[in-house]
Every structure is written in C-alpha cells, then in structure tokens.
C-alpha cells in the first residue's frame, strides 16, 4: 500500500507526496490585493508539505458566473500573469499547485444574491436548458430570480474556450495542473446532470461538453496535467427522479479516462447547492453573529427571508449529518474501472483514516474545510504522525456561512482556535521545510 508521503505521478507531474488542499474559496477577488491574499493563504498549506494546493474556483469570463462573493476571474491574462509570484511561492517549498476554474451558470449570484441583482439588473444566468422545475417555483416564491440565457451550440463553443484560454494563462503564469470544478452544481455538472440538461444538441451528452474542454485546454495549453470532480447525485431529494446515479458517475469517469483527463475526484453531491457540499453541525455562532446580520438580509433580500435561508440551513444539517470519509465507497468503484490516479477529499479527518483510503479507495487525499483552521495542517500529518493525529476542524461551518456576505473564510470557533493555538505554541507546525536556509 503506498503511503502518504510517498510520490505521486498525475499527467506526468511528480506530487512529492499524497496529501492535498482542496480547493477552497479565498474570496481574493480581483483587487490590488488579490495576489497577495492568495499567496496569504496558499503558500502555508506547501510550506508545511502539501505535495499539491489546489486554488479555489475560479471563473472563465469577466462578467457572471460567480457562485459566491470575492472570487478571482481568470479572464484577463495579464491579471493571470501577476499569479506567477503565487506560483513561485508554492514552488519555493517544494510544492506544486492547480488552479480551479468554473462558471456557476444557474448556481451564479445573479441568481441567489438580492444585493447582487439589484446592482446587475441586467445580468442574466447562463443555462444548459430551461432551469428545472423546483428553481422556477423559487423564482416564483421569490426565493431566486432567473432570467436565464439557454446557450446555444456556439454558445458552448465559446464557453468551452473561455476555459482553454483561461488554463492557457494559468500555465503561463506557472501552474502546475488545470482542475475543473466539476460538481457542487456548477456549469460542468449542469451539464453532466438529466436534472439541468435537457438539450436536443450534441450536449444533450453532458460529457460532450467534458470532452470539448479537455479538446480547448490541449490546443491552448498544451499537455498540463488536467483533472476534474465527477457527481454522482445520490444526495439529491427523492422528488428529484432524473439524477446521476453512482453507476452513472463511475461510467463518466471511465470516459474521461478514455479521453485524456489525467486524474479525477467523485464526489456524492446533489442537484442543489445545499449541506451534502459541507456536511457537519449546524452553524448556529456564524448565523447568530450581529455582525454578520446586514449581510445576510442584503444577501437573501431581508430579514425575513434570511431568517428563512437559516431555517433552511438548519433542515438541511439533519438530513446531511456528518459522515467521515463519505466519498470513499464512490472512489474506489472508480478506482477499480480507471488507470489515472482518483483523489478523495470529503469528510477525512485523520492520518491513520488516510493510511486506509490510500491504495484501496484513492491515490491521493485532500482536505478542505481544515485548512481554514490550520493553515499549516500538513506539518501535523506527515513525516512521523500517529494514525490518532487528527485535524482539529470540528466541521461546524461557522468558517462558510459568513462568505454569503463576503466574508473570508476562515476559521470562527473559539475552542478550535485556541486548540490550534496551543499546538502552535507547542512548535507542531515547525518542520523541515527545504526552502528554508538552515
């Protein structure tokens, strides 16, 4: 069985080692500032080991498509060209990094963010087909405003070649490897799902699209290492009938395989944007907190309607209680039918959790959620950690709700941060780190 700190080959790109950050959102936006956030908050996870930080999702095009506040658009290549010094950073320690990209289309803040429309009235979603029918009837209740764009054939077109040229600067720029965000509802699982696609076209194959994106990035990009998150919609409500089965998942990765993507990562998800993404406790400190309140109500249209929105919140964290390692079963009847590498992320939480996933589930674990607690978490679970080293993340989400307002994610919970801060004091983030002068 490998280990977690033994090397790792994806598309010819040798990982040092087996652990990973998943991508995360940064909320770096844009600005002035935004390549020094990333490089604030992504140049710890390698130089504590990480043999790969994965950069949360990005979007292909300048206008639309964000899933969240303050994420960084990919559009501009002489933006791009600035991230050469967040590159450097992560390759100074040894590491390796990937870059995510997206576009939300229906999951966008145009749709879900009250403040955000009434700013960009005239802003519309993009859409694989005409939204379903549980997002029409909360259109009509006032809950989301739609006034989608159905994409047509040269619409896709377009749209997969924002993604080539988006991975062509990031190369430029010194990126490793492309991820596409495949899942948590986005575009590419628009696609990929019969509960969005219902198109007459050559994409009424989701993985058409798959394929005509793998097709732009080798054009542009060259032979980058290039991996995707594949959904299999088993957390989806039971009214919901069309929905990627497991079967369904393992049979788009077996394609992907025969295409040319070099790794993937299933996830179990849903057709909604909703818990089974952060499964865990119900953040009742980050809904409760006044100062996040004005965001909240300008996010969800008013108190009301925010009051609502946790109400909701608080429904969906019973029905997806926390479930350690829950990709785990997905991933290894993956495994069993691809030749690239699969990676796991979702619910790992512990080095001796890690040494049973690795060889028999994955190729490689990735955290996400933890890294908002302990920048520096590799330090902790490589080179001489017990299999009882655990992360100290409680999966409480008080770090995600707060970025509905803009927030940064980071971590919120006072027990868990002055945990982190006695493992601090104690040197257990100190390691060897090569770049550093002895």
Request: hydrophobic share 40%; aromatic share 8%.
């Amino acid at each position: 069985m490998p280990r977690l700190e033994d090397p790792l080959d994806i598309g010819g790109l040798t990982l040092p080692n087996r652990l990973y950050r998943a991508p995360l959102l940064e909320c770096a936006g844009n600005e002035d500032d935004a390549v020094e956030t990333l490089v604030s908050d992504l140049e710890p996870a390698a130089a504590s080991g990480a043999g790969l930080v994965c950069q949360g999702a990005t979007i292909v095009r300048g206008e639309g498509g964000c899933a969240a506040p303050g994420m960084t658009r990919v559009h501009d290549p002489d933006f791009v060209a600035e991230l050469s010094e967040l590159t450097d950073a992560v390759h100074a320690h040894g590491s390796t990094i990937a870059i995510q990209l997206e576009h939300g289309g229906l999951r966008s803040m145009e749709t879900w963010h009250a403040g955000y429309r009434a700013a960009n009235p005239g802003l519309q979603q993009l859409a694989v087909s005409r939204p379903p029918w549980p997002l029409r009837l909360l259109d009509a209740l006032g809950f989301l405003s739609y006034d989608a764009r159905v994409l047509s054939t040269d619409d896709v077109y377009e749209l997969a070649a924002d993604f080539g040229r988006s991975a062509a600067y990031a190369v430029d720029a010194g990126y490793d490897a492309i991820h596409l965000a495949g899942a948590n509802m986005g575009i590419v699982q628009q696609f990929l799902s019969p509960f969005y696609n219902r198109r007459s076209d050559e994409f009424e194959d989701g993985v058409r699209f798959l394929e005509l994106v793998h097709d732009e990035i080798r054009e542009r990009a060259g032979d980058v290492p290039l991996m995707t998150k594949v959904p299999a919609e088993t957390e989806a409500p039971p009214f919901v009938r069309n929905r990627l089965s497991a079967v369904d998942a393992v049979r788009i990765c077996e394609r992907l395989d025969e295409m040319g993507y070099d790794a993937l990562v299933p996830v179990n998800a849903s057709v909604f944007w909703d818990m089974s993404i952060v499964r865990g406790e119900f953040p009742t400190r980050a809904w409760r907190d006044e100062r996040y309140r004005e965001g909240y109500a300008e996010a969800f249209g008013g108190r009301t309607r925010a009051a609502l929105v946790e109400l909701g919140n608080w429904v969906e964290s019973l029905a997806y209680d926390f479930e350690p390692a829950w990709n785990a079963e997905l991933c290894r009847a993956v495994r069993e039918r691809v030749d690239v590498p699969v990676l796991a992320e979702g619910g790992i939480r512990e080095r001796g959790q890690m040494d049973r996933l690795l060889g028999r589930d994955c190729d490689a674990v990735g955290m996400a959620r933890p890294f908002y607690a302990e920048p520096e978490l590799p330090a902790r679970l490589l080179d001489g950690a017990t299999r009882e080293t655990r992360v100290v993340c409680e999966s409480c989400n008080n770090c995600a709700v707060p970025q509905a307002t803009g927030e940064p994610g980071i971590c919120r919970t006072p027990p868990v941060l002055r945990r982190v801060g006695g493992l601090r004091k104690s040197g257990a983030y100190e390691r060897n780190d090569p770049s550093r002068p002895e």
